[in-house]
């Protein structure tokens, strides 16, 4: 059989499913079968909400990284080589490496695409900027993991949003009234609206570009070309470098 991509998504459910249509969107084919073998598995009960997993300070026998290596598990049996868990804050250090290391151990042949890595590497390698804004939940920034990756990418700034705005951002994810967790789809116009306030102030103090950190964000996002700079969405990217693992040819330009 050809080469597997799989997505880990119920990270949340809405975001994995964008993820695979970023796939699907991205990938030269006319036919069904000129598309690339593609398994998607949302699981969520598996998984435990990251952000509370990295604030709440949980017994490590409830990290998130035991549900998300089961999931790899599955779709590595299901014949899937080549893997990314549709998560942002999955990514921090304290989840995403004990994850990575029991596939290192134990799923012999399977590669993980690093979301945030890739994107980092992305915004070093192909635009050139040096102001980066980002946008993502408490868990992420508390953690530091995009100011790690881009750290390693010289000569750019990650502009990130003050307390307040930090939790209005959250806020416009998790809350049960009008988040996008609880609103997928669709998205309610005041998450819309509180994320289009936020870009416009990285925007105001200076950002060339914005990462959308949080996979549902791009959710709450209908048109790019209403901004007034670049939005980038790691998990965007993260599908495309699937793609050209899987099988460059398939790439779409």
């Known amino acids: 059989m050809k080469p597997v991509i799989g997505v880990i998504g ?16 991205n990938t030269r084919a006319v036919t069904d079968q000129e ?12 998984i435990p909400d990251r952000t509370d997993f990295l604030l ?20 590595y049996d299901a014949g899937a080589r080549f893997v990314t868990v549709a998560c942002n804050t999955a990514h921090a250090a304290p989840i995403f490496g004990p994850y990575s290391a029991m596939v290192a151990e134990k799923l012999p042949g399977l590669t993980i695409v690093n979301m945030l890595e890739t ?8 635009l050139g900027f040096t102001r980066i804004g980002l946008l993502a939940t408490r ?29 209005a951002v959250h806020d416009l994810i998790y809350n049960k009234e009008y988040g996008i967790k609880a609103h997928s789809s669709p998205v309610s116009p005041r998450a819309k609206e509180t994320l289009s306030k936020a870009i416009l102030t990285l925007a105001g103090r200076g950002a060339e570009a914005v990462v959308l950190g949080c996979t549902e964000l791009p959710l709450a996002v209908e048109k790019k070309a209403d901004f007034p700079l670049p939005l980038l969405n ?10 050209t693992l899987a099988d460059p040819g398939k790439l779409a330009g």
């Open 35 to 46: 598309h690339l073998n593609t398994v998607l598995i949302s699981c969520p009960s598996l």
């Open 234 to 243: 790691p998990a965007l990217i993260a599908a495309r470098r699937l793609i």
């Open 56 to 75: 709440n300070k949980h017994d490590e026998k409830d990290n998130p990284a035991y549900g998300m290596f089961a999931c790899a598990k599955m779709l």
């Open 139 to 167: 868990g992420t920034h508390v953690s530091g993991v995009y100011r790690e990756y881009f750290k390693a990418a010289e000569g750019i700034t990650l502009l990130e949003p003050d307390n307040e705005e930090q939790e």
């Open 10 to 25: 119920g990270v949340g459910p809405y975001a994995g499913l964008d993820f695979v249509r970023n796939i699907f969107d």
């Open 119 to 126: 994107c980092a590497s992305y915004v070093r390698e192909a």
